[in-house]
């Protein structure tokens, strides 16, 4: 072979090659996009002992702190669906339903829901952040009233703690 010969044969090997390198490249970046993140294990089920205070409103009397108790119960394996009850400190009961989804730096989010039957038409929505502290899950997050009779009580915070 010439060395002209070989230089037309090489050009256009290389214009190949380096196609093809590029799809490669371009390839295992898409599959690795599919590759979903490590999802966190969040198995919250358990009882808490916990606080919540309601927003400060104006024309109101500044917020007391209330405490309540909370049993988690949580579809098998860990799932997404939890159920449970939060309990006052007068024993009156509410059943909420909800999911839990990992979160940010190992935090577990919940977002549920219970109707007061004492109640009717008062709904009571709550999100929070679960954190493992000290091999304990520790949360924090907010609540909103819809349909109660208290006009000082719409918006509260909570916090609570694994028993």
């Given at each position: 072979?010439?060395?002209?010969?070989?230089?037309?044969?090489?050009?256009?090997?290389?214009?190949?090659?380096s196609?093809?390198?590029v799809?490669?490249?371009g390839?295992?970046?898409?599959l690795?996009?599919?590759?979903?993140?490590?999802?966190?294990?969040?198995c919250?089920?358990?009882?808490?002992?916990?606080?919540?205070?309601p927003n400060?409103?104006?024309?109101?009397?500044?917020?007391?702190?209330?405490?309540?108790?909370m049993?988690?119960?949580?579809?098998?394996?860990?799932?997404?669906?939890?159920?449970?009850?939060?309990?006052?400190?007068?024993?009156?009961?509410?059943?909420f339903?909800?999911?839990?989804?990992?979160g940010?730096?190992g935090?577990c989010?919940?977002?549920?829901s219970?109707?007061?039957?004492g109640?009717?038409?008062?709904?009571?929505?709550?999100?929070?952040?679960?954190?493992?502290?000290?091999?304990k899950?520790?949360a924090?997050?907010?609540?909103?009233?819809?349909?109660?009779?208290?006009?000082?009580k719409?918006?509260?915070?909570?916090?609570?703690?694994?028993i």
């Amino acid at each position: 072979m010439t060395n002209t010969h070989l230089h037309r044969v090489a050009a256009p090997l290389a214009v190949i090659l380096s196609a093809v390198a590029v799809a490669v490249g371009g390839m295992s970046g898409w599959l690795l996009a599919d590759v979903p993140p490590a999802k966190a294990l969040c198995c919250i089920a358990g009882k808490y002992r916990g606080s919540h205070a309601p927003n400060p409103l104006p024309n109101c009397p500044p917020p007391k702190s209330e405490s309540f108790t909370m049993a988690i119960s949580q579809a098998a394996g860990c799932g997404a669906d939890v159920w449970g009850t939060i309990t006052d400190p007068s024993g009156h009961v509410n059943g909420f339903r909800g999911t839990v989804r990992g979160g940010v730096a190992g935090s577990c989010l919940i977002e549920a829901s219970f109707s007061d039957p004492g109640h009717p038409g008062r709904v009571v929505s709550f999100r929070g952040a679960f954190r493992m502290v000290a091999g304990k899950w520790s949360a924090s997050g907010t609540f909103t009233e819809t349909g109660g009779t208290d006009p000082c009580k719409k918006n509260d915070v909570w916090k609570a703690v694994q028993i």
